[in-house]
């Protein structure tokens, strides 16, 4: 748990501190700071853009 608090910087780690153990800590960070599960997200929205369209043109060409 040390490690993992203290390899971290310091105002983030002390937002771990309270949790009771090393696995805890790793899943919460990856919850916090990973964008893998909101891929599909970001590719739902590209495709979205991509597909929007004003007077008969893309937004980008607008």
Known sequence: MAW???S???EIGRLFLF???AKDIWEMAK???SDMGKSAQVFELKTR???TK???MSVTLY
Do not use: C
């Open 4 to 6: 993992l608090i203290n």
């Open 8 to 10: 971290m910087e310091e």
């Open 19 to 21: 949790l009771p153990i």
């Open 31 to 33: 919850e916090t700071y």
């Open 49 to 51: 853009l991509r597909e």
């Open 54 to 56: 004003q007077a008969g």
